[in-house]
């Protein structure tokens, strides 16, 4: 038994002795790279601040280049962040120790996470040098909410590069559909000789809308390979920009209480999952508002194109991987039945998409824990905008027993419902008593997509949501925008 002791002492002084090490070879490497490199890297906020001024001055040339640099050190910043936080994810994920010391198994963990905080200091020094890391919040709003575009797009005018300016100019008006000033700019863009409508680009543009859209256009042309082929593409983005985006939550906690250890963790790791949280519906986001089941609807789109095709156990699959996302949806629970009588598929021969699968455990866990967190760490004044839900988004999807599963144009995808919210309308008040009438088709609920109009005034719940959400970050000390 003493011998026992003493040799648990001793891993636990070989453990600290490693752990000071760790530490001591860190210090050392950053002072002998601070050596190298000792010129300050000029951050996104002062590119963008001198571009201001250079717009104030009216000197169009220099705005140009600012803005123009700004905007290139915002995606490298970021982009920064997000291959550093996840090259060095795995450092925490250690084997347990095979010993009965709570002791060592903490220190285990925590030595896991000292190298984890060496790898990503480490490297963000590597890719960002001396660049600052403290940016103000509403800095990097600006910029994700393409403000930077906005001036960018009349210093283009004035300097007479015409295209570039209708670029940025509806790279703009894609986050800022109710601005009535440049809608009319880019009317004026439009009747200017020879700008066409190949000159509206969004240059912002995320590559998982751009094959999702392509997905839906090849849809209406009846070009089911086309349709499997981008949604294919779109899912192969997405789960990269989720995972982008949940790694730039992990930025800094402004912890405003004196808090014991593991309360100023936990805090800290409530409100990286809350952060989390938001990524899919940040990712969502088309012309600025919420897609409602954007993600699940890339496997309602895949399935009906891929029985469209004749390949059953690939519509089938897809069919259950879109209700991983969507437990108990009634059309895609129609559908399975289908397969079920028609193809003699069971649960032992479906295979949902284990990237699908693997989000929705996840999220189930993130939102037992915030469940958790919220009753636990967070006072009423904080829960205030965590609870802040959508009324009257109650899901009303209609189907009807088939000879063949039901396709996107016989369900409600989602758009009806923002449409819905922002006219303050009910689904009663829209469609009066006729279940028929909530059916709609795509062209409709896509329309506005490829239509730059839009009801003036509008102020939808989603927006509140995203408002509310900006003006409390910091009570949270969220920071997905770093």
């Given at each position: 038994?003493?011998?026992a ?15 000071l ?42 705005t ?28 925490t ?7 009965e ?127 499997i ?17 949940r790694?730039?939550?992990e930025?800094?906690?402004?912890n ?12 800290h ?13 940040w ?10 089941n ?20 690939d ?13 108990n ?8 039945r ?117 009801e003036?005034?509008?102020?939808s ?8 959400i900006?003006?409390n ?10």
């Open positions: 038994m003493q011998l002791t003493i040799m648990a002492q001793l891993v636990t002084l070989i453990s600290l002795v490693f752990l090490f760790v530490a001591k070879t860190f210090i050392q490497n950053v002072d002998s790279q601070t050596e190298e490199k000792s010129a300050p890297a000029t951050t996104y906020d002062e590119w963008y601040q001198s571009g201001m001024d250079a717009y104030n001055k009216e000197n169009w040339e220099d140009v280049y600012y803005l123009e640099k700004a905007l290139e050190e915002f995606r490298f910043y970021r982009s920064s962040l997000v291959e550093c936080r996840i090259k060095c994810s795995n450092f994920r250690t084997p347990s120790l095979k010993d010391s709570t002791l060592l198994e903490e220190m285990k963990y925590f030595q896991g996470l000292f190298l984890k905080a060496n790898c990503v200091r480490k490297c963000k020094f590597e890719k960002l040098g001396d660049r600052p890391q403290l940016i103000d919040n509403d800095m990097t709003d600006k910029f994700l909410s393409r403000m930077p575009y906005s001036y960018l797009q009349f210093a283009y005018y004035k300097s007479f590069e015409y295209e570039k300016a209708v670029a940025a100019a509806y790279t703009y008006v894609q986050w800022h559909q109710d601005d009535d000033v440049m809608q009319n700019n880019l009317e004026y863009y439009r009747n200017l000789h020879g700008i066409t409508e190949e000159h509206l680009i969004d240059l912002e543009e995320k590559p998982h809308h751009k094959y999702f859209m392509e997905g839906y256009k090849a849809y209406e042309k009846g070009d089911f390979a086309g349709v082929e981008n949604m294919k593409k779109a899912l192969e983005y997405y789960w990269k920009v989720d995972e982008e985006c790694a730039l939550c930025g800094r906690y402004e405003r209480e004196f808090m014991d250890l593991y309360e100023a963790m936990s805090n790791y409530a409100s990286v999952l809350y952060c989390k949280s938001q990524c899919e519906e990712n969502s986001r088309m012309k600025g508002s919420m897609v409602d954007y993600l699940p609807n890339h496997y309602h789109y895949l399935q009906y194109a891929y029985h469209k095709e004749g390949k059953m156990m519509a089938v699959n897809a069919a259950a991987s879109f209700l991983v996302l969507v437990p949806d009634p059309t895609m629970t129609s559908n399975m289908y397969y079920e009588d028609e193809e003699g598929t069971n649960k032992y021969t479906v295979k949902p998409a284990e990237e699908a699968v693997a989000y929705q455990k996840c999220k189930d866990l993130e939102m037992k824990l915030l469940q958790f967190a919220k009753q636990r760490f967070w006072g009423q004044e904080d829960l205030e905008y965590l609870e802040e839900h959508y009324q009257g988004t109650i899901k009303t999807l209609l189907y009807q027993d088939q000879a063949e599963p039901i396709n996107p144009d016989e369900v409600l995808l989602g758009y009806e419902i923002l449409e819905a919210l922002q006219s303050g309308q009910s689904f009663a008040d829209r469609h009066g008593d006729d279940p028929s009438e909530v059916t709609t088709q795509p062209e409709e609920i896509w329309a506005e997509y490829f239509d730059d109009e839009e003036e005034g509008v102020d719940d989603v927006e509140h949501f995203r408002r509310v900006l003006r970050r910091k009570r949270f000390g969220l920071r997905m925008s770093i």
